[in-house]
DNA sequence: AGAATTTGACCTCC
DNA sequence: GGAGGTCAAATTCT
């Protein structure tokens, strides 16, 4: 236990060291305006992030499962479930903080993503169905974005969208418009909720269209899309057009008002 | 044919 | 046990 313990700590503190050459690597070519950094040796640092991780939750796996926080144990189950084919159990249903709600004039709400509706149900005291969407590469991408939508007022119609969690795929929107009452889009409300919980693969953090930031790196590269039985999953080669695709929509910034306790900088632990 | 939607069943949380 | 969220087979659409 004790010895396990260590090497998990170390696994730790490796990651962490490679999470933050990662980093310094990734600003240098942000400064430089070179959006290409060495992709092998991005690759190297990801990998090295990674094996430190997926060591750390197998060192616990194997050992003090129980006595571990219940987001690191819901990441540990992840891996289990995706290595194990023949389990059939879905994960954990965690109920999830709102990432952002939205009152439209419209069911159909053009974020600037591509949404597949995945089910639809009745609520209780609400005369009007809830219709559940996902983002449209779940699959591709593991991109685990979801929103409610549901009609809240009949007459003018209006509709509340709820959304859950970030996007992580590369399918960045190219207008980020947040418009005010009087606007004449549809778009009539926007609020944010500041309370993220940390995130786990059933709970995919990342970047929303809103809101770009680093966690796009972290989610690509943590679980390849096509790849669930490996210990180490592999690399994901959509790394460097992420780094481009964050750079190029930097600007964003300009629209959110981050909240203190959400994106804090890495600078590590 | 492949993508998207529908909808009943299943699952988790409270 | 009920409510709400997700899955997945069947169906529809493009």
């Known amino acids: 236990m004790e010895e396990n313990h260590r090497k998990a700590m170390e696994e ?3 990651g962490c060291e490679f999470a933050n050459q990662l980093q310094q690597l990734l600003l240098n070519n942000n400064n430089t305006n070179d959006l290409t950094p060495t992709t092998s040796f991005v690759q190297y640092l990801v990998n090295n992030i990674i094996n430190s991780f997926s060591n750390v939750l197998f060192l616990i796996d194997k050992h003090d499962f129980s006595s571990i926080a219940p987001g690191v144990r819901s990441v540990v189950n992840m ?3 995706c290595k194990t084919t023949s389990s059939p159990t879905r994960g954990p249903y965690k109920r999830r903080n709102t990432t952002l709600e939205k009152v439209t004039e419209t069911p159909i709400d053009d974020d600037g993503h591509q949404w597949r509706k995945y089910g639809q149900k009745n609520i209780n005291n609400s005369q009007y ?3 559940y969407y ?3 590469h779940k699959y591709d991408q593991r991109c685990l974005t979801t929103k409610q939508v549901e009609r809240i007022q009949q007459k003018p119609p209006l509709y509340k969208a709820t959304y859950y969690g ?7 929107p190219n207008h980020h418009i947040i418009h005010g009452p009087n606007d004449t889009n549809s778009s009539i409300l926007l609020s944010f909720n500041n309370t ?3 995130p786990t ?3 995919s953090s990342s970047s929303s269209h809103d809101l770009v930031n680093k966690d796009m790196f972290s989610t690509h590269t943590a679980f390849d899309s096509s ?3 490996s210990h180490v999953p592999t690399l994901s080669s959509t790394l460097e057009t992420d780094h481009k695709s964050m750079m190029q929509y930097g600007f964003l910034y300009d629209f959110v008002e981050f909240d203190d306790d959400f994106f804090l900088p890495f600078d590590g632990f």
């Open 79 to 81: 891996e289990k479930s």
């Open 201 to 203: 693969n059933q709970e």
């Open 196 to 198: 993220f919980s940390v």
């Open 166 to 172: 970030h996007h992580t795929c590369g399918n960045m």
């Open 227 to 229: 790849n669930y039985t």
């Open 129 to 131: 169905p809830r219709n």
């Open 134 to 136: 996902r983002c449209t």
């Open 12 to 14: 730790i503190m490796r």
